[in-house]
């Protein structure tokens, strides 16, 4: 049983205050997982908050929108490793063998914007019994410069590259919600829902809730989302929020 569990940038940081770890929420994350029989068999991704987020839009790159600016790519990048260095830390000092894995240094997308990230190191460090720790980040993009990779792409990415059997998306909402506010069970097609989908509250570079539908229904393993008291939940087998099921799922 293979999990990839993204904790969402909104969840683990103070979105509205550059580069503010919220250290409640991400200490409770921390917990639920090491606590989880799910034990090494888990990658986690997480996003960006008001790391990656806020630098990303003082520099108007998106993950469409690239920059060649290489002060920009500094800031974006370098907010993102501070974060993950605060994730690894904290998954560590709770006993989980986190590691970090930097996908800057690793994924391009070509001209058409398609992503190629190796994962290799992923698939082993897992076989290893470590847990990576990746993140939204920028990437190399021909005849852009470097765009936002999103966590909710990686997520897409790596649950096909680690066969993952379960695949949560942890986000400050308890799932996703129609348009009277209350959480959808299920979404299988991405037009019943695009009415109520939308952008997100915070600043956010990479298509908030519309983006992760999108994303999440391309996968083959059922993807969850729903918010931080949820978690133990999640990771202890059961769907809570929202299930989004691509066209592959039963
Ligand atoms: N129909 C909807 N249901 C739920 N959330 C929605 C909906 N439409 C828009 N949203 C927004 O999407 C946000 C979640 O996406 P967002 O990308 O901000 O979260 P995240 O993944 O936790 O953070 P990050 O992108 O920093 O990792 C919610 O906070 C809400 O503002
Ligand atoms: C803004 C950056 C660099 C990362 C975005 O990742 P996300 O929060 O998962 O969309």
């Not at 190191?121 to 936002?148: I, K, M, N, S, W």
């Not at 949560?168 to 069970?185: A, H």
């Not at 931080?228 to 929202?242: I, K, M, R, Y």
Request: hydrophobic share 45%; glycine share 12%; with cysteine.
């Amino acid at each position: 049983m293979t999990v990839v569990l993204k904790l969402g940038g909104s969840v683990i940081t103070e979105k509205d205050e550059p580069e503010t770890v919220d250290r409640t929420a991400l200490s409770a994350a921390v917990s639920a997982i090491a606590e989880s029989a799910v034990g090494e068999d888990i990658v986690v991704v997480h996003g960006g908050g008001s790391f990656g987020h806020h630098h990303a839009a003082e520099y108007g790159v998106s993950t469409t929108e690239g920059t060649h600016d290489v002060d920009g790519v500094q800031a974006i990048h370098g907010a993102m490793c501070r974060l993950n260095a605060a994730v690894v830390d904290a998954l560590s000092e709770a006993g989980v063998p986190a590691v970090p894995v930097h996908p800057f240094s690793a994924a391009a997308r070509d001209a058409d914007g398609d992503l190629s990230l190796p994962t290799a190191q992923v698939t082993t460090l897992l076989a290893e019994e470590f847990v990576p720790v990746l993140h939204g980040d920028l990437v190399a993009h021909a005849g852009a410069g470097a765009t936002v990779l999103s966590g909710d792409e990686l997520v897409v990415e790596l649950a096909s590259a680690v066969d993952a059997n379960r695949v949560g998306v942890c986000s400050t909402v308890p799932g996703v919600l129609n348009e009277d506010g209350t959480v959808i069970d299920r979404i299988e097609a991405f037009e019943a829902v695009a009415s109520a989908l939308g952008g997100s509250d915070a600043t956010d570079v990479s298509g908030g809730m519309a983006g992760k539908v999108r994303a999440l229904l391309a996968l083959s393993a059922p993807a969850v989302v729903f918010g931080p008291d949820a978690l133990p939940a999640f990771l202890a087998g059961e769907s809570p929020g929202t299930t989004i099921a691509g066209d592959d799922d039963w």
